[in-house]
């Protein structure tokens, strides 16, 4: 194992005692930027706990230690038993194993050591990409048709980033929410695709980013993180009563030490120059929070929701509090989004889209093999 900071030692240390006495809890590894050996100072401790309590969805926990945030990723340990998703290789491939109480873990370690690189996991990996570019683009086009422009603009970008992840995957290159602009540079360069990641930034106006407006999202991000808090505080009951997935991630979400953990790091890559990547960091986080709202205050406010529209479906539930609802407008640079606007966004993101899946298998192939010939 590298060498960690004394401080995350000893509360790795604390929490391995913690969970070797729980009868759920099989597996404890250490994944992400402090895994991996290229964690900064503001970085969040990232623990996978193999669970075999009766739950279906992978969900975080946050908590605090010390001034240290360290997120608990809950997968169910049947996961590891048969077909593993995709979405958790990454974790399984670069973790370090701290407890594992029968060598389930171990082995599935092994197995993806062996597998992660090959041909047949990485086509595995990038098909969900593909799907869920698919799913999000599918909205954009239907929000579009329905004359809601700023939702098919949102969602055609969103579609847009999940074919990024595609040549990342490709160049094998670990996602970070936090240092994903420049991995997905460095991905489109490795493959020879420099200017995909050009239209990228240009499309989701990422290029057009400057210190001050990150400065000014990031006191937007709070306004309307303490908005939405406040809201659910006042309707604490739906918020136990909804859907696990729902539930787990407005809980993780709303903790304060995930808004504590939030402006370190945003901080932390304004004050390193990285501003393109901390306004990127900033989105990502805010439109699940976003979602997850929604679909909660939809709940609350028993009006069936249509999430293809969800920036008008938004702006019908806030009524009673219309502030909240502009301040989303603006983190999101959605208040002057035209029909040609939405239409321009949605007709270049399909273009990248089929671009890609077209030269995705040849990309895989071929990338692979020049990787081959370098050793």
């Not at 999940?162 to 160049?171: F, R």
Request: with cysteine; hydrophobic share 40%.
């Amino acid at each position: 194992m590298m060498r960690l900071p004394e401080n995350i030692r000893k509360t790795l240390e604390k929490i391995v005692r913690e969970m070797r006495v729980k009868e759920n809890i099989y597996g404890v590894g250490l994944f992400g930027s402090w895994s991996r050996g290229d964690a900064a100072p503001s970085s969040d401790v990232d623990l996978l706990l193999l669970d075999t309590s009766d739950f279906n969805y992978e969900y975080v926990e946050r908590i605090e230690i010390k001034g240290l945030f360290v997120d608990l990723n809950r997968i169910p340990k049947r996961w590891i038993l048969g077909c593993i998703p995709p979405e958790i290789d990454q974790k399984l491939y670069e973790m370090q194993i701290l407890y594992d109480r029968d060598w389930s873990l171990t082995n599935t370690k092994l197995l993806m050591v062996k597998s992660y690189g090959s041909p047949e996991r990485i086509d595995i990996r990038t098909e969900a990409h593909v799907i869920e570019s698919d799913i999000y683009l599918s909205r954009a086009t239907s929000a579009f048709s329905r004359e809601d422009f700023r939702s098919a603009h949102l969602f055609a970008t969103v579609a847009l980033e999940n074919t990024m992840k595609i040549l990342m995957e490709i160049a094998l290159e670990p996602f970070s929410n936090s240092r994903f602009v420049k991995k997905l540079e460095h991905s489109a360069g490795k493959l020879g695709m420099q200017n995909l990641f050009d239209e990228y930034l240009n499309i989701t106006g990422l290029c057009r980013t400057e210190s001050a407006g990150v400065e000014h999202r990031l006191r937007l991000f709070k306004q309307i993180w303490d908005e939405i808090n406040a809201a659910i505080k006042q309707n604490s009951y739906a918020l136990e009563s909804a859907h696990f997935k729902v539930k787990t991630k407005l809980k993780y979400y709303l903790n304060p030490a995930f808004l504590q953990g939030v402006i370190i790091r945003t901080k932390s890559l304004i004050d390193s120059g990285q501003i393109i990547e901390a306004s990127h960091y900033l989105n990502k986080i805010f439109l699940d929070i976003v979602e997850n709202y929604l679909w909660l205050k939809s709940s609350i406010e028993k009006v069936k929701t249509d999430y293809t529209t969800m920036i008008r479906s938004l702006e019908n539930l806030e009524e009673k509090t219309p502030q909240n609802y502009e301040h989303i407008l603006e983190f999101l640079h959605l208040k002057n989004v035209k029909k040609h606007d939405a239409a321009d966004t949605v007709e270049k993101t399909r273009k990248i889209m089929l671009k890609i899946r077209q030269e995705r298998k040849d990309l895989i192939q071929n990338h692979l093999l020049k990787e081959q010939l370098k050793i």
